[in-house]
């Protein structure tokens, strides 16, 4: 079965930090995309991040670049999404999703979603 689960959500004050970690299981990781999203509450999902463990290329949306940092462990399976610096505008629930054999990940092109993990960043 294939599965994406997504860990380490939480409460952080602004400026504080968190990681978190998508776990796949049931499909070869090292052919994949993996992106991280994230859809506050009355808004759109919008991407976060990219990595693309098949080619190793990375990507970020403008308003975490430099804050946020995606990498991956192949030999867990599991892609993390460090953010720093972060800001009440960053709460939502994250989601990660994979695409095969992809370098981009398009929010209406990924093949497997996570549940998601709610960050929460008070005002």
């Known amino acids: 079965e294939v599965q994406l689960v997504e860990s380490g959500g939480g409460l952080v004050q602004a400026g504080g930090s968190l990681r978190l970690a998508c776990a796949a299981s049931g499909f070869s990781f090292d052919r994949y995309a993996i992106g991280w999203f994230r859809q506050a509450p009355g808004k759109e999902r919008e991407g976060v991040s990219c990595?693309?463990?098949?080619?190793?290329?990375?990507y970020y949306a403008d308003s975490v670049n430099g804050r946020f940092t995606t990498s991956s462990n192949n030999a867990k399976n599991t892609v993390y999404l460090q953010m720093n610096s972060l800001k009440p505008e960053d709460t939502a629930v994250y989601y990660c999703?994979?695409?095969?054999?992809?370098?981009?990940?398009?929010?209406?092109?990924?093949?497997?979603w996570g549940k998601g993990t709610l960050v929460t960043v008070p005002s």
């Open positions: 999703a994979a695409r095969y054999l992809g370098s981009e990940c398009p929010s209406d092109g990924m093949n497997f």
């Open positions: 990595i693309s463990v098949y080619d190793i290329s990375t």
